[in-house]
T-cell receptor, first 113, second 116 residues
Framework: AQSVTQLGSHVSVSEGALVLLRCNYS??????LFWYVQYPNQGLQLLLK??????LVKGINGFEAEFKKSETSFHLTKPSAHMSDAAEYFC???????????FGTGTRLTVIP | GAVVSQHPSWVICKSGTSVKIECRSL??????MFWYRQFPKQSLMLMAT?????????EQGVEKDKFLINHASLTLSTLTVTSAHPEDSSFYIC????????????FGDGTRLSIL
């Protein structure tokens, strides 16, 4: 079985500050891990994905995430928050790489000017 | 590339009517399409997985007769909410996976369904 836990349903940061969104996974086999962003009334946009290659994954819009097997974590970071980063962020896990995505409950990021 | 178009984006209708939502892959062939439901401020719940030319596989607890899914071509899947009632009001999102590629799912922009 596999699942993801996102710690913190709401995160607020000041513009220019570090963004850290936490995700811990549970999987019986090496997983595929994803971060998606959702803007209001829109679908999900892929930020980045981990597929057992490099443990530090760089995505779009300056985001990156590091796969840490020992901590079963895949936290999302961005050095400097922009107002446009305000959105809902979902971590997801899959055993097969594309099918059967299991989503976390999401973290709403607020950026304070 | 990898654009998924979902239509309509918003629909309001009376209780008892049926509503069809379309999901199209615009620039790739999608062997597999997924339908999700999202309640306000909650995560996505997978409803069903459909493969082109075959019957959809529904997740446990999802009524097959209520949510009819058709995936007749490599670029189009439809979800029909039959005899919709207010409790069916939700945000429905489709996604598609490209043929022959280990590639993430590409999501549509969703359809907000409101049943009066």
């Amino acid at each position: 079985a596999q699942s993801v836990t996102q710690l913190g349903s709401h995160v607020s940061v000041s513009e220019g500050a570090l963004v850290l969104l936490r995700c811990n996974y549970s999987s019986s086999v090496p997983p595929y891990l994803f971060w998606y962003v959702q803007y209001p009334n829109q679908g999900l946009q892929l930020l980045l994905k981990y597929t057992s290659a490099a443990t530090l994954v760089k995505g779009i819009n300056g985001f990156e995430a590091e796969f840490k097997k020992s901590e079963t974590s895949f936290h999302l970071t961005k050095p400097s928050a922009h107002m446009s980063d305000a959105a809902e962020y979902f971590c997801a896990v899959s055993l097969t790489g594309a099918n059967n995505l299991f989503f976390g409950t999401g973290t709403r990021l607020t950026v304070i000017p | 590339g990898a654009v998924v178009s979902q239509h309509p984006s918003w629909v309001i209708c009376k209780s008892g009517t049926s509503v069809k939502i379309e999901c199209r892959s615009l620039d790739f062939q999608a062997t597999t399409m997924f339908w999700y439901r999202q309640f306000p401020k909650q995560s996505l719940m997978l409803m069903a997985t459909s493969n082109e030319g075959s019957k959809a596989t529904y997740e446990q607890g999802v009524e097959k007769d209520k949510f009819l899914i058709n995936h007749a071509s490599l670029t189009l899947s439809t979800l029909t909410v039959t005899s919709a009632h207010p409790e069916d009001s939700s945000f429905y999102i489709c996604s598609a996976r490209e043929r022959d590629r280990v590639d993430p799912q590409h999501f549509g922009d969703g359809t907000r369904l409101s049943i009066l």
